[in-house]
């Protein structure tokens, strides 16, 4: 079992920064994708970004495109945590974000399915 807390969510600006935390128990995440994902009110659970290892210290990254060159999604192996950093954040940013756990490769770390693992959730709130 691996259990999953989100931390580091917030309100803030448009143009803002945060960086949400991930931190894992019960088992190393050291071979396990780790997504991050968003549900705004109303809306479907969309896949953000995510983190694949590919073999030794080497991790692959994924991104949506609405977030791609402003989100980062990076891991501290010593802290089993995965992190999300986001900049220049926009109010259709405003979500709850979630990390998931699981195996995947390639574009099946995108959908939900093959995360066994979730998180709690942390609100995100962006104002304009």
């Known amino acids: 079992q691996v259990q999953l807390v989100e931390s580091g969510g917030g309100l803030v600006q448009a143009g803002g920064s945060l960086r949400l935390s991930c931190a894992a128990s019960g088992r190393t995440l050291t071979t396990y994708a780790m997504g991050w994902f968003r549900q705004a009110p109303g809306k479907e659970r969309q896949f953000v970004a995510a983190t694949r290892w590919s073999g030794g210290d080497t991790y692959y990254a994924d991104y949506a495109d609405s977030v791609k060159g402003r989100f980062t999604i990076f891991r501290d192996s010593a802290k089993n945590t995965v992190y999300l950093q986001m900049n220049s954040l926009k109010p259709e940013d405003t979500a709850v974000y979630y990390c998931?756990?699981?195996?995947?490769?390639?574009?099946?770390?995108?959908?939900?399915?093959?995360?066994?693992?979730w998180g709690q959730g942390t609100q995100v709130t962006v104002s304009s």
């Open positions: 998931a756990a699981g195996y995947c490769s390639g574009s099946g770390c995108y959908a939900r399915q093959p995360y066994d693992y």
